[in-house]
């Protein structure tokens, strides 16, 4: 009596007079042992779609966003486009994401004198999250990366030489 209340209660046994009680079974299974991870799209903690930000960059040092906010752990891409007329030599423009840690104004220092390399120091390119190249008028550049799991606020900088100084910088927001 008391195993035939069980298949009752865990409704598991019920099509046992129709031999389907193992095929019952067995959706059950591959879903706590699948042995290859399944889509992240049939997990209920699915991240949110790529979060894309379009940014500007001018002649004036500015960049036409200077915050977003994204989803920890979220995919983001981001295009900088320099709108500018002014010779790259003289008014490149890049997008820099650094880490939390990073001091900002230290980092482009250290990049002053690394023109073959976009005034980024090679020294220091362990605290940069994610990048695009240093661009001249009417050139663009896309970077994707996955936004930090951990909440805060990342500061994102033009390393071109005193861009910084003049305001050309922004804060992502992971939350
Ligand atoms: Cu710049």
Known sequence: MAPLLACLILNGCERNDTGEAPAAERPATPRSATPEKKTPASNPTTRAETKKVAI???DK????V????VETGQ?????LK?????????MGHNWVLLKDDAAPGKFVEAGF???ANDYIDPGVADQIIAATRLLGPGESDTVTFTAPEKAGKYNYVCS????????MKGVMTAE
């Open 61 to 64: 040092m500015k960049f036409s």
């Open 75 to 79: 995919p983001v891409e981001v295009t």
């Open 113 to 115: 004198d690394d023109a």
């Open 56 to 58: 500007e960059a001018n």
């Open 66 to 69: 200077t915050g977003f906010s």
């Open 160 to 167: 071109f030489p005193g861009h910084f100084a003049a305001g």
């Open 82 to 90: 320099n709108v500018g007329t002014m010779p790259k030599v003289s």
